[in-house]
């Protein structure tokens, strides 16, 4: 398991800046990430790259830079090296080595001075130190012939600075960020001489993270990292918030400051597993072959402990996709549907090897959600789609008609308090609107799918429906017979209405839930364009419905022309639909079954959408439609 980390790592490591380096780049965020890496500036540092280059940080540069990287932890305290430098000070270690291989050296009267700016001539001798050049080797004397030399080799691509000029921190890692690919006093690619793999001029850093790389962990929604990281990879893409949530996979290096995070998940009903039930290595999920990285994600998976062919799972994915972890049960069964909003793809690797392909989902609890999805599929904007997601602790989870068959604000109440009869009847009304709206996206979807679990599930949905439709008006009815304050008294008759509206656009779902049966029964299809035209017109339903419920519920009239122009545009959309439909027919374009199926779902969301309007109205007093204030 341990190897096979390691090479996706390195895998990964492809495409990031700061692990592979183009020669001669001198890019100042790979310079500086690899200097990061190598250990020789801190996290903080990185973020304070103006900051002047002193003769301690030099030191830890070109110890960083080195073969002797790995030796500075093991220098130890052995008394004072400088009588300005005791063997506490933090970059004693460095000096040590620096010194002792003859990079720097210190001054007559016996000091360091580690606190001292470093001109660019200074830095670069040191630089041609550490590649094997000494004075006898080069032409002319201080600081000329280090500064051409250092020039012929690359060494001061993409730095600024002049003779005499101190350098900052960014301009001490792009100088040894050059170094790794210019060629030392042997003739050789200087980081060939550390063990780096060099090829075609391009250099591979990942060994250096691939030793010390901790993982895979699944975060807890809680989970800290042991380190503020100075690289994140967030699925394999540069990032810079390194916040875990719930249910991410993350690996790290800690000598490396760097972490690699993975939110992608599959989820489905498990179709096959390989090469045994009892001993999985591989499981197929949705049509897509995973393999299972860790033991305790195969133990899941075994038929021993009751898993398999069947099983309703979330894999939580880390690198190349394999299945770190396995959820079940309730944290894998919750299902959303909604309208694609935007679908995009990328690339995920500077080669093009692999597409992530991104859709942000409208779903009907009202979150707006983003998803990564297969990128062999096509998800154009305006389709309705079905989506398993991963139920993150303290995020709103959808209504259900598991919640069936009661009323959750209003209760069995034999005695009404008036002061907020009114109040419980709406937050009522607002879960019912809730639920219709929710079965109708899920009836059109199984429209689409011909999903019988969808189906069946509209049918249960709308029995609730009913019961809340009967429960809600038999309590306005009790409450009507009370005394109420006048205000409410002048809203009772809307609330009558609206119940019955979204008792209405119920039903619609419920027509919508017949027409995906008859297809299923008949084999009727549906064109790819019809689908489309169908989900573009569902868009504009869902947005009114949206619209109209948050107006109610709070009794706000701000999107009131919003819904009108809606309105207006559903009524102009259903137009056009139906003779694009007649249009089709003509042609032959489409079976009359299917035709039929179209035109009664068209006119259904436009009854539906005049419904969702009415609701809107029904804030409204006789005053404001007399006064023209609303324009409709």
């Known amino acids: 398991m341990k190897k096979r980390i390691l090479s996706l790592l390195l895998a990964v490591s492809i495409a990031c800046s700061m692990l592979v380096v183009p020669a001669n780049a001198a890019a100042s965020n790979a310079a500086v990430q690899t200097a990061v890496t190598l250990g020789g500036l801190t996290s903080e540092q990185a973020s304070a790259l103006s900051t002047a280059l002193t003769r301690g940080q030099l030191a830890k540069l070109l110890v960083a830079f080195s073969v002797y990287r790995e030796s500075a932890a093991t220098q130890g305290n052995t008394g004072t090296l400088f009588t300005d430098v005791d063997s506490g000070n933090e970059y004693a270690p460095y000096l ?37 050049y000494d004075v006898t080797t080069l032409s002319g004397s201080f600081p000329a012939a280090q500064l051409n030399k250092a020039s012929a080799l690359g060494l001061r691509a993409g730095l600024s ?26 003739n050789q690619t200087y980081a060939a001489t550390l063990g780096f793999t060099v090829t075609d001029g391009r250099i591979d850093l990942s060994s250096v993270l691939l030793s010390s790389v901790e993982g895979p962990f699944v975060a807890d929604g809680t989970t800290q990292l042991p380190f503020a990281p100075a690289a994140v990879y967030r699925n394999d893409t540069v990032a810079t918030d390194a916040a875990l949530n719930a249910y991410d996979v993350y690996y790290y290096s800690a000598s490396a400051r760097t972490v690699w995070i993975y939110s992608r998940k599959a989820a489905g009903r498990i179709t096959a597993v390989s090469p045994s039930a009892s001993a999985p290595t591989s499981v197929t999920v949705a049509g897509i072959s995973y393999t299972l990285a860790s033991s305790a994600a195969a133990s899941v998976l075994s038929s021993l402990n009751g898993g398999g062919v069947g099983q309703v799972v979330t894999l939580l994915l880390g690198m190349n996709n394999e299945a770190v972890a396995v959820l079940t049960g309730e944290e894998a069964d919750s299902v959303f549907y909604g309208v694609v909003q935007t679908s995009s793809r990328s690339l995920t690797e500077e080669n093009g090897a692999d597409v992530l392909q991104s859709v942000q989902v409208a779903c009907t609890d009202g979150v707006t959600r983003t998803v990564n999805v297969d990128k062999s599929l096509n998800f154009p904007t305006g389709w309705l789609v079905k989506m398993t997601y991963l139920i993150v602790p303290g995020e709103d989870q959808k209504v259900g008609y598991r919640e069936s068959y009661q009323l959750k604000y209003i209760g069995d109440k034999v005695v009404f308090n008036p002061a907020t009869a009114v109040v419980e009847v709406i937050k009522e009304l607002e879960r019912m609107a809730s639920l219709a709206e929710e079965n109708l996206n899920r009836a059109m979807n199984a429209l689409i799918t011909l999903d019988e679990e969808d189906i069946e599930e509209v049918y249960e949905v709308e029995k609730n429906i009913n019961f809340l439709n009967h429960a809600i008006t038999d309590y306005l009815v009790k409450i009507n017979q009370t005394t109420l304050p006048i205000e409410d008294l002048n809203s009772l008759g809307a609330l009558f209405h609206v119940v019955n509206d979204i008792e209405r656009i119920g039903d619609h779902a419920e027509n919508v839930a017949d027409a995906a049966r008859q297809r299923k029964e008949e084999g009727v299809s549906i064109s790819k364009e019809a689908q489309k035209e169908l989900g573009d017109m569902l868009e504009m339903v869902n947005k009114i419905i949206r619209y109209a419920v948050e107006m109610f519920a709070k009794s706000d009239e701000s999107h009131m022309q919003e819904i009108v122009t809606l309105e207006d545009q559903v009524d102009e959309k259903e137009r056009e639909l139906q003779k694009k439909h007649v249009e089709r027919l003509t042609k032959g374009e489409c079976s009359p079954e299917a035709g039929m199926i179209f035109s009664d779902i068209v ?30």
């Open 96 to 132: 040590r080595i620096a010194v002792q291989q003859g990079w720097l050296s210190g001054y007559t009267d016996g000091s360091f001075r580690p606190d001292n700016g470093v001109t660019l001539e200074e830095a670069c001798t040191a630089a041609l130190k550490l590649l094997g």
């Open 161 to 186: 600075a002049v003779q005499g000029q101190g350098l900052t921190l960014e301009d001490a890692a792009v100088l040894f960020y050059n170094a790794l690919t210019a060629s030392t006093a042997e």
């Open 603 to 632: 006119s259904g969301l436009e009854r539906v959408a005049d419904h969702a309007t009415n609701i809107a109205f029904a804030i409204t007093t006789e005053e404001d439609a007399e006064d023209g204030d609303i324009k409709r």
